[in-house]
């Protein structure tokens, strides 16, 4: 058996710190915003190079966040991706503004520049992209589109703690970064979890208030907030996985490069790495014409498989706009008719790899 993910492998690797670490937290008692979410968060923005980072309850209220602190709303235009786990573009429905699909680029699955520049209306206020799969966005192509017109970058980093553009980590240089402690992410927790990054001291005043019911000093609410704080356990176990997110990226860069070996001369493609910047490979995706064939032997082999994502963000029914047709974005519909990931984590041995590929090349004949 060969799960998606192993967080089992990860623990017991860890075990020993991860329960001291715990067993501390319970023995002081200290649940909510104490030190260890204090120590994290200055160790967070440390290891990012932001000036703010603001830990919440998870990647989805990152976002929420995030458009809230930037004074998005009803009437605004939020130029995203299709292709993305839906909580990019529900957190813009949150605050009331529109979600404007594009297409995304058919070899790094990221929103498509081009495509973004020729959506731009006078009610686009920003552009969202996501970092898919841990690859970095090409952020220089839409810094430079964002200056132009006056609109705020806000990213989603879900996927891409640790992946950076020559050494600027995403979600470091522009409004806000928005990452996600999921337990399967990267950097994950054990249970959800959220950051939102920013170098505006305001705005991280504003975070700060948003995701404690609005208020500074206890009992005074400057504004509707919420309850969107992380946990002292949830930030405990960070802490002790944040000084390994180095050593674990590499590793996943490793799984990626002996895939690419063993998969070479198959009829699949492998990912493309543009080289904008450096992948961290949350998710390992190919490209196949024979998705449901490879799918049935990894099930029979017991081999964890996942198609993400099988239905772009535009054709659900959640997005639906009955007075327009869905617009035609073929890329990510050619993409999620196609895409399908393999077992990837820091932990995943070459002989494990080799297997996946064995099965892979016999279901292929
Ligand atoms: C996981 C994920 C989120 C949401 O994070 P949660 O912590 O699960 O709320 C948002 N965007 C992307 C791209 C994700 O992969």
Same mark, same amino acid.
């Given at each position: 058996?060969?799960?998606?993910?192993?967080?089992?492998?990860?623990?017991?690797?860890?075990?020993?710190?991860?329960?001291?670490?715990?067993?501390?937290?319970?023995?002081?008692?200290?649940?909510?915003?104490?030190?260890?979410?204090?120590?994290?968060? +200055?160790?967070?923005?440390?290891?990012? &190079?932001?000036?703010?980072? /603001? $830990?919440?309850?998870?990647?989805?209220? %990152?976002?929420? !966040?995030?458009?809230?602190?930037?004074?998005?709303?009803?009437?605004?235009?939020?130029?995203?991706?299709?292709?993305?786990?839906?909580?990019?573009?529900?957190?813009?429905?949150?605050?009331?503004?529109?979600?404007?699909?594009?297409?995304?680029?058919?070899?790094?699955?990221?929103?498509?520049?081009?495509?973004?520049?020729?959506?731009?209306?006078?009610?686009?206020?920003?552009?969202?992209?996501?970092?898919?799969?841990?690859?970095?966005?090409?952020?220089?192509?839409?810094?430079?589109?964002?200056?132009?017109?006056?609109?705020?970058?806000?990213?989603?980093?879900?996927?891409?703690?640790?992946?950076?553009?020559?050494?600027?980590?995403?979600?470091?240089?522009?409004?806000?970064?928005?990452?996600?402690?999921?337990? +399967?992410?990267?950097?994950?927790?054990? &249970?959800?979890?959220?950051? /939102? $990054?920013?170098?505006?001291?305001?705005? %991280?005043?504003? !975070?700060?208030?948003?995701?404690?019911?609005?208020?500074?000093?206890?009992?005074?609410?400057?504004?509707?907030?919420?309850?969107?704080?992380?946990?002292?356990?949830?930030?405990?176990?960070?802490?002790?996985?944040?000084?390994?997110?180095?050593?674990?990226?590499?590793?996943?860069?490793?799984?990626?490069?002996?895939?690419?070996?063993?998969?070479?001369?198959?009829?699949?493609?492998?990912?493309?790495?543009?080289?904008?910047?450096?992948?961290?490979?949350?998710?390992?995706?190919?490209?196949?014409?024979?998705?449901?064939?490879?799918?049935?032997?990894?099930?029979?082999?017991?081999?964890?498989?996942?198609?993400?994502?099988?239905?772009?963000?535009?054709?659900?029914?959640?997005?639906?706009?009955?007075?327009?047709?869905?617009?035609?974005?073929?890329?990510?519909?050619?993409?999620?008719?196609?895409?399908?990931?393999?077992?990837?984590?820091?932990?995943?041995?070459?002989?494990?790899?080799?297997?996946?590929?064995?099965?892979?090349?016999?279901?292929?004949?």
């Amino acid at each position: 058996m060969i799960p998606m993910v192993d967080l089992q492998r990860q623990y017991h690797d860890l075990r020993g710190e991860i329960d001291a670490a715990i067993a501390e937290v319970l023995e002081s008692t200290r649940f909510i915003l104490g030190p260890n979410v204090q120590a994290l968060e +200055s160790e967070l923005a440390e290891y990012l &190079g932001v000036t703010h980072a /603001v $830990t919440c309850a998870s990647g989805t209220d %990152a976002l929420h !966040l995030a458009l809230r602190a930037a004074d998005l709303g009803p009437g605004d235009e939020i130029i995203t991706t299709p292709f993305t786990f839906i909580a990019t573009a529900e957190a813009i429905r949150y605050v009331g503004a529109e979600p404007v699909f594009v297409d995304i680029d058919p070899r790094t699955f990221n929103i498509d520049p081009e495509a973004v520049a020729a959506a731009i209306t006078p009610r686009t206020r920003a552009i969202l992209p996501v970092h898919l799969f841990g690859q970095p966005a090409d952020m220089p192509a839409l810094t430079r589109l964002a200056e132009d017109h006056l609109l705020l970058l806000i990213e989603d980093c879900a996927q891409s703690f640790g992946a950076h553009i020559s050494g600027v980590q995403t979600g470091s240089a522009t409004a806000f970064g928005c990452f996600s402690f999921f337990p +399967s992410k990267n950097l994950g927790g054990y &249970g959800d979890g959220g950051l /939102v $990054t920013t170098n505006c001291t305001p705005a %991280a005043e504003r !975070l700060l208030k948003l995701r404690n019911h609005g208020s500074k000093v206890r009992y005074h609410h400057d504004e509707i907030g919420y309850n969107s704080r992380l946990d002292e356990i949830q930030a405990a176990i960070l802490r002790v996985k944040l000084k390994r997110i180095d050593e674990f990226n590499q590793a996943r860069r490793r799984v990626a490069a002996r895939y690419a070996e063993v998969l070479e001369d198959l009829d699949v493609e492998i990912p493309y790495e543009d080289g904008i910047g450096v992948h961290v490979y949350h998710q390992y995706t190919v490209l196949t014409d024979h998705r449901e064939a490879i799918m049935k032997a990894l099930q029979a082999a017991d081999i964890g498989h996942a198609v993400y994502y099988p239905i772009p963000l535009h054709r659900q029914a959640a997005f639906d706009r009955r007075e327009k047709a869905p617009p035609s974005l073929p890329v990510s519909e050619s993409v999620a008719a196609r895409c399908l990931s393999l077992p990837v984590f820091p932990e995943l041995e070459d002989a494990q790899i080799d297997f996946i590929g064995e099965r892979i090349r016999a279901a292929l004949g």
